[in-house]
């Protein structure tokens, strides 16, 4: 069977859907879009994705877009082990309590300091009129960036991102002692760890690990995240923002 996945190597639900495609073994065909140069943007691919970003799953020419909904649905067509749905229902409640709580709180939180770090001197050297075209462009994105704007996200939203940060870290380490980890729900991992992952790769990365400091689980959960024989066909290189970005690494290590 066919399986084509767009996606983009940062994008952090691009993350998500190939750390289960890798899980699972199965075959892909990987299309890389570069976010910047507007691949996301062009007519061929908005007639797949409309939303205009990634990932978008094509697979025996069924269209599948959204990560939390690709990952649920290469988990029912293809079921081979691992499987990372549990069986039993309430448990699979509970999951998908986790994912929505994911998607809601630290999926959107985490871009904000991602932007501020890696992307704004991006946006600096557009002029206004070429950054507020950027933005009227993007179907799904266009409030956050002119809330960013050229000069990046005020202290304020930074703020209440860590915040979110925060929140994210304690319920996952809530999550972990009540199971008995060292994931999310038990020894095995479910696609609740899998939503979550590249959110704490992503803070490991700009230097955010000490908001689990406290948590010592989270860090056993994110050691054990990364033993997976999945996680390193997914984080290839390139994936990471420091390494895609040199000025972001240079500061990162000027701070520490």
């Not at 691949?39 to 939390?68: C, E, F, M, R, W």
């Not at 266009?142 to 940060?165: H, I, V, Y």
């Not at 590249?198 to 050691?223: E, N, Q, S, T």
Request: hydrophobic residues 45%; proline residues 8%; charged residues 20%.
């Amino acid at each position: 069977m066919a399986v084509t996945l767009y996606n983009a190597p940062q994008s952090t639900c691009s993350q998500r859907v190939r750390f289960v495609l890798n899980a699972k073994g199965l075959a892909f065909d990987e299309r890389r879009l570069d976010l910047f140069a507007g691949d996301q943007l062009k007519p061929d691919y908005l007639a797949l994705n409309p939303n205009g970003v990634v990932p978008t799953l094509v697979h025996d020419g069924a269209v599948i877009v959204d990560s939390s909904v690709i990952m649920e649905y290469v988990e029912e067509v293809f079921p081979v082990t691992p499987r990372f749905v549990p069986e039993d229902p309430v448990a699979r409640a509970r999951m998908r309590s986790l994912m929505r709580f994911v998607d809601e709180v630290p999926a959107p939180a985490i871009r904000v300091p991602s932007y501020n770090l890696a992307f704004l001197p991006h946006f600096q050297a557009m002029s206004e009129e070429a950054f507020r075209a950027m933005a009227d462009s993007k179907p799904l994105r266009r409030e956050f960036l002119l809330s960013m704007g050229r000069t990046g996200f005020p202290q304020a939203d930074m703020d209440l991102s860590l915040k979110k940060l925060e929140q994210t870290v304690a319920r996952m380490a809530d999550a972990i002692a009540a199971s008995g980890g060292p994931f999310l729900q038990g020894a095995a991992p479910t696609l609740a760890d899998i939503s979550v992952m590249p959110v704490i790769v992503r803070m490991d990365d700009i230097r955010l690990a000490h908001l689990w400091a406290k948590r010592p689980a989270v860090g056993a959960w994110l050691d054990a995240i990364r033993a997976l024989p999945a996680f390193q066909p997914t984080y290839y290189t390139g994936s990471l923002l420091t390494e895609k970005y040199p000025h972001l690494r240079e500061q990162l290590a000027a701070a520490c």
